[in-house]
């Protein structure tokens, strides 16, 4: 049975910092992409960062340059460093998985872990 468990989320002042990890089992996820996903209050899930199975890293807009993902295959787990952090990332933060090695499309998801930022 696989699981994505996240940790990390918190509350933070606008301008610090936080890093969220994801933790899989049930399975090895060294061949599969990795992303992570927000949602903000009243709005619809968005893309934040993934991570692919060659290391490859792509990012959304408002982050670039400000969060950087990466990923442990030793320890199954994935990290997401957010610096810099705005109000506008407060958001329930999830991670995800593949649903195949080598594959795009995302079919496992973590439960989420909370950011708040405070201006």
């Known amino acids: 049975q696989v699981q994505l468990v996240e940790s990390g989320g918190g509350f933070v002042q606008a301008g610090g910092s936080l890093r969220l990890s994801c933790a899989a089992s049930?399975?090895?996820?060294?061949?599969?992409?990795m992303g992570w996903f927000r949602q903000a209050p009243e709005k619809e899930r968005e893309f934040v960062a993934a991570?692919?199975?060659?290391?490859?890293?792509y990012y959304a807009d408002s982050v670039k340059g400000r969060f950087t993902i990466s990923r442990d295959n030793a320890k199954n787990t994935v990290y997401l460093q957010m610096n810099s952090l705005k109000p506008e990332d407060t958001a329930v933060y999830y991670c995800?998985?593949?649903?195949?090695?080598?594959?795009?499309?995302?079919?496992?998801w973590g439960q989420g872990t909370r950011v708040t930022v405070s201006s």
């Open positions: 995800a998985a593949a649903g195949r090695p080598y594959k795009h499309e995302y079919h496992y």
């Open positions: 049930g399975r090895t996820f060294s061949n599969y992409k």
């Open positions: 991570i692919t199975w060659s290391g490859s890293t």
